[in-house]
């Protein structure tokens, strides 16, 4: 019987909805596979009441929970899940598309001696294999493991899927037996960048912006617009380019793929490097002052106009809605 191993991903203690959103991909698979089980490792403090109807079916999530494992250390996350893995007899791990898992995955994969394949779905496939777009997401490539014990990198674009809330997760907690915590070195400090916005790759609503943006200080009216919303920044790879934004808020093709409820296309021209990272976005306003545009083309909205005058009064009038509320 195939046992499946899903990750879940904790930052301060909060469980990430990407590691929430695959556990419950993972449940789908695993009804797909005659009933394969499925079980959960979390690493670090958390609050487990989150865990509360957010997760779908049944399942075991084994919890260390030790409070030095509150800060994320490859050598010791590492160790832990390789151990849960051998132990519970796992066939595959999964992993959602993160900069914590992409650290990690390749390890276990060696560590493991599993094929490490990443993409955007497993395949329905007799082989258990990977879809993943290739050139901008023209094509879908299915890529096939060699080896029978698999790790899956997931993009954690694809929506929530619609699960009843509630299912039967029993929490067990486990002190791994053979992680050492002898020359694991000691994370000294954390750096958070920006707190108080949602991350990009997680938001509900993003508001980005390119080079149209004309630059780093155009961006104000944009974090003016997202902290309204209550949602991230997002920018193109030509205004991270231009150093006006940093790489983690990237989106495209070699930055982050994401797919939150309401995308703002800022001076942004379409590309499709730029919409193989949105191509999953619920509406998607754009704004741009040259109506050809190609992002109008994916647009549910579309103003044409310069982002300086058109932005301005959508915030103001944004202001004046907010306050009647
Ligand atoms: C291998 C590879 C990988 C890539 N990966 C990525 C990726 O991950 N993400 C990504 O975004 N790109 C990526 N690119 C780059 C991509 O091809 C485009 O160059 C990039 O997306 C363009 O960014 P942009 O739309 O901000 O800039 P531009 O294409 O220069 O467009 C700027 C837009 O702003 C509009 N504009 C200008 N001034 C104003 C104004 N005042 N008001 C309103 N509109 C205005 C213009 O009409 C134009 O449409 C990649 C390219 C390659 C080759």
Not at 127 to 139: I, N
Not at 154 to 175: F, K, M, T, W
Not at 222 to 247: K, T, Y
Not at 268 to 276: R, T, W
Request: hydrophobic content about 45%.
């Amino acid at each position: 019987m195939n046992k499946f191993l899903v990750f879940l991903e904790q930052r301060e203690g909060v469980v990430k909805k990407a590691s929430l959103s695959l556990w419950n991909r993972v449940q789908e698979i695993a009804a797909l596979q005659n009933n394969a089980v499925v079980s959960g490792i979390l690493i670090g403090p958390a609050d487990i009441r989150q865990l509360d109807g957010a997760m779908a079916g049944d399942g075991v999530v084994y919890h260390a929970k030790d409070d030095r494992y509150r800060l994320y250390s490859q050598e010791y996350y590492t160790g832990v899940i390789e151990d849960t893995f051998k132990r519970e007899a796992c066939t595959a791990l999964f992993f959602a598309d993160t900069a914590m898992s992409r650290d990690l995955a390749p390890r276990l994969s060696v560590r493991l001696q599993a094929s490490l394949l990443s993409g955007s779905a497993v395949s329905d496939a007799d082989e258990g294999g990977v879809l993943r777009p290739v050139y901008s997401g023209s094509f879908l490539a299915s890529f096939v493991p060699k080896r029978h014990q698999c790790i899956f990198l997931l993009s954690s674009n694809a929506p929530l899927p619609a699960y009843s809330a509630g299912g039967n997760i029993r929490l067990i907690d486990v002190e791994p037996q053979n992680v050492s915590m002898e020359d694991i070195f000691p994370v000294v400090r954390q750096i958070v960048m920006r707190v108080g916005m949602p991350d990009v790759a997680e938001a509900r609503i993003i508001v980005a912006g390119g080079r149209g943006m004309g630059g780093a200080e155009g961006f104000a009216l944009l974090e003016q617009l997202a902290l309204l919303l209550g949602g991230a920044i997002g920018a193109s790879r030509a205004a991270v380019d231009e150093g006006w934004r940093p790489h983690a808020e990237q989106i495209g093709q070699t930055g982050k793929t994401v797919a939150p409820a309401l995308y703002f296309a800022c001076g942004i021209s379409g590309a499709v490097q730029h919409l193989a990272g949105m191509g999953s976005a619920g509406i998607v306003v754009a704004i741009n002052r040259d109506r050809h545009a190609p992002i109008f083309d994916v647009a549910d909205y579309g103003l044409a106009g310069d982002v300086h005058i058109v932005l301005p009064k959508l915030i103001d009038s944004l202001k004046e809605f907010l306050k009647k509320q």
